[in-house]
């Protein structure tokens, strides 16, 4: 299920997405409604969402300082901007948050969806390369140690053949050619070490 926040100081709007969401018979999951980037910020502080659908005009926290907010918790969210004025300093300004997502009002159910179906493969992009950062980084530091791929999956949270799969499509190389040549370059800097520090005895 693809998880959608919804942020809109007019009640009607924020049903009115929700409607349309439900309507699309999609995996569209409205996890939160808010009436400001306030109250959302403090729902997003302990629930993780893929989707953040925002009104730039609201009250107590406007959205681009809601999206400044969002920027500070160190999080990375997709985010889609609602806005009745076609202004592009607005816009401007939303880009530079990482914004790549800026609908007029009243909304186009079908740029919606398609919108909502961008950010949502973004988003599932970025953890899978966030991912395989993460096996490449154990795999450094654990070079010298009995590593199996149920292992590897383990520490990441998915299964062995996903992570197969999704390590190959990555780089190229699956993770036994990848541990295996990480190890011949270990084991390379070591003897090239140990020559240097002869030479050096020997001189």
């Known amino acids: 299920m693809i998880k959608i926040a919804i942020v809109d100081d007019e009640e009607l709007i924020r049903r009115g997405i929700s409607y349309l969401l439900e309507e699309a018979k999609r995996s569209y999951q409205v996890v ?14 302990n629930y993780d969402v893929d989707v953040i ?25 997709q985010v889609i ?14 880009i530079r948050f990482g914004v790549k997502e800026y609908l ?6 079908d740029e919606l969806y398609r919108a909502i179906d961008r950010n949502a493969a973004a988003k599932v992009e970025s953890k899978e390369r966030s ?8 795999l450094e530091q654990e070079f010298d140690q009995p590593l199996d791929l149920n292992y590897l999956a383990s520490r990441v949270y998915l299964t062995p053949k996903y992570l197969s799969k999704l390590f190959r499509t990555e780089t190229g ?3 036994v050619g990848y541990l295996l040549s990480l190890r011949m370059e270990k084991a390379k800097k070591f003897i ?12």
Do not use: C, H, W
């Open 104 to 109: 007029l009002k009243p909304i186009n159910k």
């Open 131 to 138: 991912v395989i950062a993460e096996v490449k980084e154990i």
């Open 32 to 45: 939160g409604m808010f009436e400001n980037g306030q109250k959302a910020l403090d729902f997003l502080m």
């Open 192 to 203: 090239d070490g140990k020559q240097g520090i002869k030479k050096l005895r020997g001189g």
């Open 81 to 94: 901007i609602l806005s009745g004025y076609d202004d592009f300093a607005y816009a401007q300004q939303a």
């Open 173 to 175: 190389i699956t993770i």
């Open 53 to 77: 659908i925002t009104d730039i005009r609201m009250p107590v926290m406007d959205g681009l300082s809601f999206l400044q907010k969002l920027q500070q918790l160190g999080k990375k969210y």
